[in-house]
């Protein structure tokens, strides 16, 4: 027994390491390659070194040890997808919310993915607490984030994703909470674009908050500069985002200008409206050079 067990991961093996020499020799080698070269002994060294100790000492513990050895790699050919499939039951379970919204709260959020907005409205009251935190999220913060079709980049979020939003605030959302992690959810707004920020701030986000970096967060809008953004930046200037603000490194000014400056084919808009709206632009910052003067 122990002599056919051997043999099926011995010759298993040597098919094993045929198919993986095949599959290397067609791939481009890189300028290290020749370097490691000699690593691809190793296995069929040790494989012929193993079947010379099995045939010289041919005793049924020597070839049940010699199994277990060319077995071992086996074990990884079948826990490594069933691991890696794990691993993306979770990743994507994150993603979707259903780690952090458990019980009845998952079907608000379910509701919310789907934009769904009659179920919205349906499930609202059986939600409790709408600003009750659910592992990192609350109901506003992941509405926030999963509203806007991320495959539709620089487009107008649906009516529908707008409606639900407002479903959310009208029924006492706060719009200036930030989570656990220190994200407030204008800040994701702002990436959605003008409609959701603007429901936001009319439902009291501060725009003026400070962020990680201790810079406001409207200045977020600043490292961009398509239409959509543009008037993103139009409704956080209507909406009480100050001017006058300063980081350790400049003003709103010299922000949009190192953007503008480092961004390909800018059309420094950005800087125009700020301009416009009053920003001081004639000064000096610590560590970021302005290119106005």
Not at 19 to 46: D, F, H, N, T, Y
Request: glycine share 8%; aromatic share 8%.
């Amino acid at each position: 027994m122990a002599t056919k067990i051997f043999w099926a991961f011995f010759i298993a093996d040597c098919l094993g390491l045929l198919v993986l020499w095949v599959l290397a020799s067609q791939g481009r080698s890189s300028p290290e390659g020749p370097v490691g070269g000699w690593l691809l002994l190793i296995p069929p060294v040790a494989m012929v070194l193993l079947l010379a100790t099995v045939l010289l000492w041919n005793t049924d513990g020597v070839k049940a040890t010699a199994a277990c050895l060319l077995g071992f790699p086996w074990i990884f050919v079948v826990i490594g997808p069933l691991y890696t499939a794990f691993r993306n039951h979770q990743a994507e379970e994150s993603v979707s919310g259903n780690t952090d919204f458990r019980g009845k709260y998952r079907k608000l959020k379910d509701a919310i993915a789907a934009r769904d907005l009659d179920a919205v409205h349906r499930l609202i009251p059986e939600s409790g607490d709408l600003n009750q935190l659910h592992g990192d999220d609350t109901y506003l913060s992941f509405a926030v984030h999963h509203l806007p079709d991320h495959t539709k980049l620089g487009s107008p979020v649906s009516q529908a994703s707008i409606d639900i939003l407002q479903a959310l605030l009208d029924a006492g959302a706060k719009a200036d909470q930030a989570t656990p992690n220190g994200v407030y959810p204008l800040t994701t707004a702002i990436y959605a674009g003008p409609e959701f920020t603007a429901a936001l701030l009319k439902a009291g986000a501060n725009p003026n908050r400070l962020d990680h970096a201790q810079r406001p967060l409207w200045w977020s809008v600043l490292s961009h500069d398509n239409d959509q953004d543009l008037r993103t930046l139009e409704v956080l200037l209507d909406h009480g985002a100050d001017v006058t603000l300063r980081h350790r490194e400049g003003g709103p000014v010299g922000w949009a200008a190192y953007n503008a400056r480092m961004s390909h084919g800018s059309s420094w808009r950005m800087v125009s409206l700020l301009i416009d709206r009053g920003a001081a632009w004639k000064a000096k910052c610590n560590s970021i050079s302005l290119w106005l003067r």
